[in-house]
């Protein structure tokens, strides 16, 4: 039982699907990447497979033809695999959530219908805060950013730019001299990342 409990967790945190029972998985993806639906048993196995979205056919397999029934669900965003018979979504949107079923017909006997249900999540948006204050006995500016992602509290975050850095915050020290310099900051989350974009210029504080 142990065993069995951390194999799911291990799946759930990498996306991979946690099955809600033999013929049921749940999947995340991030918006923009794909999907595989495979069929999942012999080719020379089966008569005739039905790939549906909330009910609704988009492909199908019958009498050794793979092909689009629905060509407006997934416009151009499907690819077919006659070898192994599996369909992909590509390009996933935030419209592409749902279940998804693969129903499956042997000798006019139907077998269990695999069903996926398919969660797609929006890219994370970034807020970077920055602060800086003038040091006169150096004539340079010490610079204090901050990277936040306010709805999701469990991401990592790298800075990339003029300074290269793990985690949200970022200290150095910038110079008149140095003019403006342009910080990136990445959040990746367990299902989806997002990036922004910074400049910064140390601004001396002329004396009264």
Do not use: M
């Amino acid at each position: 039982l142990v065993s069995v409990l951390y194999v799911i967790n291990v799946l759930s945190a990498a996306g991979l699907g946690v099955l809600a029972d033999g013929n049921t998985v749940s999947k995340h993806r991030a918006a923009g990447s794909s999907i595989l639906l495979p069929l999942e048993h012999q080719k020379e196995s089966v008569s005739n497979v039905q790939w549906k979205y909330e009910g609704k056919q988009f492909a199908i397999y019958y009498k050794g033809q793979l092909r689009i029934t629905d060509t407006q669900q997934f416009s151009g965003r499907l690819k077919l695999d006659s070898d192994s018979l599996s369909v992909e979504v590509t390009d996933l949107q935030l419209q592409d959530s749902g279940s998804y079923s693969i129903v499956v017909a042997k000798s006019g006997a139907q077998l269990p219908t695999k069903i996926i249900n398919l969660t797609v999540y929006g890219p994370l948006k970034i807020k970077i805060e920055s602060n800086q204050t003038w040091v006169e006995s150096t004539d340079s500016c010490k610079v204090h950013l901050v990277c936040r992602a306010p709805e999701d509290q469990s991401v990592s975050y790298t800075w990339s730019g003029y300074k290269t850095e793990s985690g949200a915050e970022l200290h150095f020290t910038l110079s008149p001299a140095d003019g403006d310099v342009t910080l990136n900051c990445t959040a990746v989350g367990r299902f989806r990342n997002g990036t922004n974009t910074t400049r910064v210029k140390c601004n001396p504080k002329t004396p009264p």
